[in-house]
């Protein structure tokens, strides 16, 4: 497993999880892995934060935590012209 450094930090419930794999197919990432019948989020660093497993997980086993540092408003407008 890689280091937690980036923005999205998935994690698994691993008493929700089915194991049914949706999940899995539903990542374009590859960010989560079958282990022992669950899914386990192993490459989180690869995470884009783009939500797909949450949606598609039944169960509610999938959290992500977006732990990206909100701009203020000010910050914004004084980079409107380049975000």
Do not use: W, Y
Not at 8 to 24: A, Q, Y
Not at 39 to 45: A, E, G, L, R, S
Not at 61 to 74: G, N, P
């Amino acid at each position: 497993m890689k280091n937690i450094n980036g923005p999205f930090k998935p994690t698994v419930d691993i008493d929700k999880c089915n194991g049914c794999e949706d999940c899995l197919e539903a990542c374009t990432a590859d960010v989560l892995e079958i282990h022992n019948g669950k899914v386990v989020p192993v490459n989180i660093d690869d995470c884009q934060g783009c939500e797909s497993c949450v949606e598609v997980c039944r169960e509610g086993a999938i959290k992500l935590e977006d732990s990206r540092v909100a701009l203020s408003e000010t910050c914004l407008s004084l980079f409107k012209d380049i975000l």
